[in-house]
Each structure stands twice: as structure tokens, then as C-alpha cells.
């Protein structure tokens, strides 16, 4: 199994240039999300999904979108980016409440985004 | 609210030395504990976890316990390595009705010097 993967690696954008970054597990995991990740802050949820054709906001959603056409992949969208949304972008799923009853998330390696 | 606090980084070792890395929690409800470790250039990955009080997280020579009593997740490890150099994250999660919720420390960058 390949995990939870991200594409791209590295990015950069300039202000005002949109772009889409993906997420794919093969974990079959009903639950995935996106968080940003910036000095000495943590991780912050921007979206996240709980299952197909389902999404909702997180802690710092404005800027972003996001889809979820199939279980397995969760797309990220800057419809115009801000040099503010220079971060490294992590994705993660696990399993719903069924299936676990534990909160434990698999990540991807990050995507590394910089805005000009 | 949630909120995760954890000692300031960077911390710097010798080789072989004792590593303790200070985390406390705030929380409503029974939370989940993690310590999750990102290796440079890497995603995070769960270091270790537990789910109740007085229960022992333990992988790879490092440990925490969950001590309800003084709102804490302390990690520690006997001797550190070289390889262990990264950042260690302190983490709750909570069991919501639509989606697990979990809320990060802001990380503690380890250097361990040979």
C-alpha cells in the first residue's frame, strides 16, 4: 500500500494564480483532511470530509476550496492565491468512527507551497 | 476550549542523553492522546497513543503516560540517538459526531548531537 500520497511536492505560485493540489489514499478511509502547517503553529484544519460528495469547513477555510468525487481522492483548490497561503500543505484519512475507535490520522508527505 | 501546550523548542542533546518533552492539555470530554514525530522532509507519523487515563504510550524506546490529574502527556525517552532528531508534535483528538477532531501542538524541534 502506498498510504496517503500528495502531488505535487514543491510549488510555487504567484499572487493571484490558481491552483489544485491532490490527495489520494488507498487505505479505503472514510475520512480525510487538509491542514496547513506554518512556524510555530501547528497544524490548522482548512477542510475536511467525511466520506464521497461530502465536505466541510475546518479552523481556517476561507481561501479554499475543496471536492471529493471519489473515496479515495481529496483535491484542494486556491482559486487565487495570497502570499499569506505560503505553507507546506499536509493531507490525512482514517477510518470513520465504525470502523476505529481511535482518532489516529495517516498523513502524506506535504506539499510545499510558496506564493510570490 | 481545546488546546494543546507544549515546551518550547529547539531542544538540543548528546547522543545517549535523557529526553523529556513537556506537553499539557485542555479539554472537554475524554480526550485521545498522541505524540505524532516528523522527520525532516517528511509527513508526520503517530509516534505513540493512548486513550485513557493512566495508560502508557510506548514505541521505539519512547513512552508517555496520560495523567488526567495534571492534564498531561509528558514524552520521554532513556537515551536518544542521532536518528531521533525531528519534531515531536503533542496531540488530542476528540470523537465528534461527524469527524475526528484532533488539535496539534505547535510541534518541539529535537536536535541530538553525536
Keep these: ?116 | 476550549g481545546n488546546s494543546v501546550t507544549q515546551m518550547e523548542g529547539p531542544v538540543t542533546l548528546s547522543e545517549e542523553a535523557f529526553l523529556t518533552i513537556n506537553c499539557t492539555y485542555t479539554a472537554t470530554g475524554y480526550p485521545s492522546l498522541f505524540w505524532y514525530v516528523q522527520y525532516p522532509g517528511e509527513g508526520l507519523q503517530l509516534l505513540l497513543k493512548a486513550t485513557k487515563a493512566d495508560d502508557k504510550g510506548s514505541n521505539k524506546g519512547f513512552e508517555a503516560t496520560y495523567r488526567k490529574e495534571t492534564t498531561s502527556f509528558h514524552l520521554e525517552k532513556g537515551s536518544v540517538q542521532v536518528s531521533d532528531s525531528a519534531v515531536y508534535f503533542c496531540a488530542l483528538g476528540l470523537k465528534k459526531t461527524s469527524y475526528d477532531k484532533v488539535i496539534f501542538g505547535p510541534g518541539t524541534s529535537l536536535s541530538v548531537i553525536p
Design chain 1, 1 to 116: 500500500n502506498a498510504g496517503v500520497t500528495q502531488t505535487p511536492k514543491f510549488r510555487v505560485l504567484k499572487t493571484g494564480q490558481s491552483m489544485t493540489l491532490l490527495c489520494a489514499q488507498d487505505m479505503n478511509h472514510e475520512y480525510m483532511y487538509w491542514y496547513r502547517q506554518d512556524p510555530g503553529m501547528g497544524l490548522r484544519l482548512i477542510h475536511y470530509s467525511v466520506g464521497e460528495g461530502t465536505t466541510a469547513k475546518g479552523e481556517v477555510p476561507d481561501g479554499y476550496n475543496v471536492s471529493r468525487l471519489k473515496k479515495q481522492n481529496f483535491l484542494l483548490g486556491l482559486e487565487s492565491a495570497a502570499p499569506s497561503q505560503t505553507s507546506v500543505y499536509f493531507c490525512a484519512s482514517n477510518p470513520s468512527y465504525r470502523d476505529s475507535s481511535y482518532n489516529e490520522q495517516f498523513f502524506g508527505p506535504g506539499t510545499r507551497l510558496t506564493v510570490l
